[in-house]
């Protein structure tokens, strides 16, 4: 997801979007400003963004706006399965992960290891963040995580979740 100011120096906002649109590419793009002009807001629409924000704003509505667009990404689909690589597909209704129609038994914590990489498909996600969300602020440790992650491996293969030394870990699509 990009966050971009319409008026910066140099390529702003818009021309941004322009670019990025001219690729067909869909990440999602929210449009912070402090225009309040209904013809710019047209403007930012017209070239692709998915939300815009005028400034001043409540980090709250940020946040709520965020998630907002992040579920419509990556949990709107026609049928009640995200498909993934090699096969793999969640149940959006149940939120179970299966193999070729076959369901992999995962733990409590895996499950929602599993889901929070998928809010994020694509992307990496630090160890911090899977901390807060898995663990819910409980004491765990970056040792916890790294074993959760082997057990996943261990029951899917060891290239359904990626990781990059710094970045942390990602389940990638197709």
Sequence with gaps: MLLLDVRVPGLNGYEIVKKIRSTHNNVPIILITSLTDINN??????????DYIRKPFELKELKYRIFQILNQVHFTTSTNRLELQNGYYLNLEIYELYKDGIQIGLTKIEKKTVIALLKR???????????????DDKEALETDVRMCIKRIRDKTDKNFIKNQRGLGYAIVSK
């Excluded at 807001?41 to 998915?50: K, P, T, V």
């Excluded at 498909?121 to 969300?133: G, H, K, Q, T, Y």
């Design 121 to 135: 498909l694509d992307s990496f996600v630090s160890v911090p963040i899977l901390l807060a969300e898995v663990w």
């Design 41 to 50: 807001l047209s403007i930012g629409y017209e070239m692709g963004c998915n």
